[in-house]
């Protein structure tokens, strides 16, 4: 249309939601945290936002739109599943639900007793944790530039 | 103490004061007063496991929170549970204003220093309650 402005599709970044538990009772709770953050802060800089599970239950709607707009990763210390449970219920299913337990005894590691300090493992298992959460990052991503 | 003291730090993930909270109660429960007290997930709460709802009715419970949103108090209310002290991270904050955390959840030594402020406020909570049973 001559005059129109053209919205470029740009102006609104394509950005995925991660949903961390709060897992204080665990370690796992704890490396879930870290692991989250690692791909906040390092891994997928820019293309990632920390959704506060606390914060989105307590009726933020900011946290509760975006989660449903964008797609989310849940991330659970245990087989619980509260983050995935109650994302699911406030804002559609999640598009990955990753139990961090469940990634590392596939993976044959076993956590320390401790949430509060993190061992030498635990760290390992972070690490770990945050390469397949970036991994799923990038398949969203990838899909969302396919589309 | 009879009652179970339940103490839920919100463990928030955006700013520091969410983890200070959460060091806070670790250190409480760990150094403080151990066998005094006990944590839950806040994350069981939000999907009534009733393992937790039980032992909050039957207990005494402390919240802290990391900011004004105070998410640990209203996810602990949204059970029909009513906390009996509600503490936000900030108050301790607002004293010693030197004390700058390094980052969200690598706190550094100011932040470390912080939650234990926070933990020695939390066990004046502890003791308080503990006349009032």
Do not use: W
């Amino acid at each position: 249309m001559p005059g129109a402005t053209e919205i470029s599709r740009d102006l609104k970044p394509f950005k995925i939601g991660i949903v961390p538990c709060n897992g204080e009772e665990i370690c796992a709770g704890s490396v879930t945290r870290f692991a989250c953050r690692k791909v906040l802060d390092e891994l997928r800089k820019g293309k990632t936002v920390t959704i506060c599970l606390p914060l989105f239950i307590a009726g933020d709607k900011g946290e509760q739109q975006f989660a449903s707009r964008f797609p989310t990763i849940t991330v659970d210390g245990c087989d619980k599943r509260c983050s995935a449970i109650s994302t699911e219920r406030l804002s559609g299913k999640p598009s990955y639900s990753i139990v961090v337990t469940d990634l590392l005894k596939d993976k044959g590691l076993t956590l320390s007793e401790s949430p509060r300090v993190l061992s030498e493992t635990d760290k390992q298992a972070v690490d770990i944790i945050a390469e397949e959460i970036a991994k799923k990052v990038d398949e969203l991503l990838g899909e969302a530039g396919d589309a | 103490m009879d009652k179970e003291l339940i103490v839920i730090p919100c463990s928030g993930i955006g700013k520091p004061y969410g983890e200070i909270s959460r060091q806070a109660v670790y250190e409480l429960l760990e150094d403080i007063r151990p066998e005094q007290v006990e944590t839950v997930c806040l994350g069981r709460l939000m999907i009534r496991d009733p393992e937790v709802l039980e032992k909050l009715q039957n207990g005494f419970v402390i919240t802290v929170d990391g900011c004004a949103k105070d998410c640990a108090l209203k996810n602990v209310e949204a059970t029909g549970k009513k906390v009996d002290k509600a503490v936000r991270t900030l108050e301790v904050f607002k004293e010693h204003r030197d004390l700058k955390p390094e980052g969200v959840l690598n706190l550094g030594e100011a932040g470390y220093t912080l939650a234990h402020y926070l933990a020695e406020k939390l066990s004046g909570e502890v003791e308080c309650l503990a006349k009032e049973e």
